[in-house]
C-alpha cells in the first residue's frame, strides 16, 4: 500500500506517494475505492468478473493537480452512473490528458460502506518530490523521502 487515511476535522482525506506521476494517480484512485468499500465488500473484490476499457480525462492547461480531481471524479462518475467499479489502472499522461487503461466490476455487486460524493480543492496537493526532500508525516501517515510523488486529497462524504 502506498497510501493513507488522513485525519480531517469533517469528512476524509488520503495521502498517496509512489515514484511516477502515474503510480501516484492509480494510487489516489485505489486509494478512494477503498476507502468507500465495506470490510465484506474488499474481501469479494476479486470473486468479481473483471472487464477492462479505456478512460480519460482532459488535463486543461497542463494543472495535473487539476488533473488529478478530474481522474479522481471520472472513476466516481464510472462507479456511480455507469456501474464500473474500478478495480486497477494503468495510466499515462501528457500534458493535456490522463489516459487509463482500467480493470473494473459491475458496480451492483460491489458492497459500499461510504459514500464519496465529491473530490474537494480543501488541502490539494499533487507534487514531485525532489531527491532527499522529506514530506513530513501527520498522525499514522509515514514521512516521506523523494524522489518521488505525493497526492493529498480530501474527499467530500
Not at 476524509?12 to 515514484?19: E, L, Q
Not at 482532459?58 to 478495480?87: I, K, M, S, T
Not at 499515462?92 to 451492483?108: F, G, H, M, P, Y
Request: aromatic residues 8%.
Amino acid at each position: 500500500m502506498s497510501w493513507w487515511i488522513m485525519p480531517t476535522t469533517a469528512d476524509i482525506g488520503f495521502r498517496a506517494f509512489a515514484p511516477t506521476v502515474e503510480e501516484t494517480l492509480r494510487e489516489s484512485a485505489l486509494a478512494m475505492q477503498s476507502i468507500q468499500l465495506s470490510e465484506r465488500g474488499a474481501r469479494e473484490l476479486s470473486q468479481h468478473k473483471r472487464s477492462v476499457a479505456e478512460w480519460s480525462v482532459d488535463v486543461v492547461g497542463g494543472d495535473l493537480e487539476r488533473g488529478l480531481v478530474r481522474w479522481l471524479e471520472e472513476v466516481l462518475y464510472q462507479g456511480a452512473a455507469e456501474n464500473r467499479w474500478l478495480v486497477d489502472a494503468s495510466l499515462q499522461t501528457s500534458q493535456n490528458r490522463i489516459t487509463a487503461q482500467v480493470s473494473w466490476v459491475d458496480s451492483e455487486f460491489v458492497e459500499l460502506e461510504v459514500e464519496v460524493k465529491a473530490v474537494t480543492l480543501h488541502d490539494l496537493v499533487l507534487r514531485e518530490i525532489s531527491e532527499s526532500e522529506m514530506v513530513e508525516g501527520v498522525d499514522s501517515i509515514p514521512t516521506f523521502e523523494g524522489p518521488g510523488w505525493m497526492a493529498q486529497v480530501v474527499l467530500d462524504i
